[in-house]
């Protein structure tokens, strides 16, 4: 089963910053947060992902709170191409390194 | 180019003839699985490889088996296809099982039997 609560949409105005929150009050300890987008029926992309303190990449940052029980990936200015469904995933070695996808958040970037 | 590479993208075929769905990844990564996708019910992961001749069971291998020989290939292999293996595939590959390592997919592999 997921470990992950997401809002199953979203929209968010282009140019605007997209907030994707994701609950995960069982994450464990050695557990790390990841997220992925999927766009149509593509490979699922790598965002990222962190353990306890907050990440900057290129593409997003991810917000953890300090209890470790949920999480906001934040996209700063979103495009039309941001347009995707976006998965919050608990992942580690207890589980065979799988990714546990739950239904993820379909994120609608609108003009 | 970091890249996972499987092949047939696409593929329509008949129910018992068997198939071969090959990824390749080209980033010396040692840990390789396979998911499948279908709707309503996620990603979830058939089987998954350690390193070159370790190999396990994930969430739903019945119907499917693979081998890792090489490091770099990962074929998923269907002996006799069922229409219920009728799916979405992906490939993935790290450097490591978990421990924040990242998680590559590659495109995805449609595959229809009839």
């Known amino acids: 089963d997921a470990k992950t609560t997401q809002p199953t949409s979203m929209d968010c105005a282009e140019g605007r910053a997209a907030n994707l929150p994701c609950n995960h009050s069982t994450i464990s300890g050695n557990e790390y947060v990841y997220w992925y987008r999927q766009i149509h029926s593509q490979g699922p992309q790598y965002i990222i992902h962190?353990?306890?303190n907050n990440e900057t990449n290129e593409m997003a940052s991810l917000i953890i709170t300090e209890d470790r029980k949920s999480s906001t990936l934040i996209l700063p200015h979103a495009t039309l191409r941001d347009t995707a469904v976006y998965y919050c995933?608990?992942?580690?070695?207890?589980?065979?390194?799988?990714?546990?996808f739950g239904q993820g958040t379909e994120l609608s970037v609108k003009p | 180019e970091a890249q996972v590479t499987q092949n047939p993208r696409y593929l329509i075929t008949v129910t018992g003839k068997k198939l071969t769905v090959t990824c390749s990844q080209n980033?010396?990564?040692?840990?390789m699985s396979w998911y499948r996708q279908d709707p309503g019910l996620g990603l979830r992961q058939i089987y998954y490889s350690m390193n070159v001749e370790v190999t396990d069971k994930g969430d739903v291998p019945e119907g499917y088996k693979v081998s890792r020989k090489e490091k770099r290939n990962f074929p998923l292999i269907l002996e006799s296809p069922s229409p219920n293996q009728t799916s979405l595939y992906f490939c993935a590959s790290s450097l490591g099982r978990g421990d924040g390592n990242t998680i590559y997919f590659g495109e995805g592999s449609w595959l229809t039997v009839v």
């Open positions: 980033m010396n990564h040692e840990y």
């Open positions: 995933i608990v992942s580690g070695t207890l589980q065979g390194g799988k990714l546990i």
């Open positions: 962190g353990l306890k």
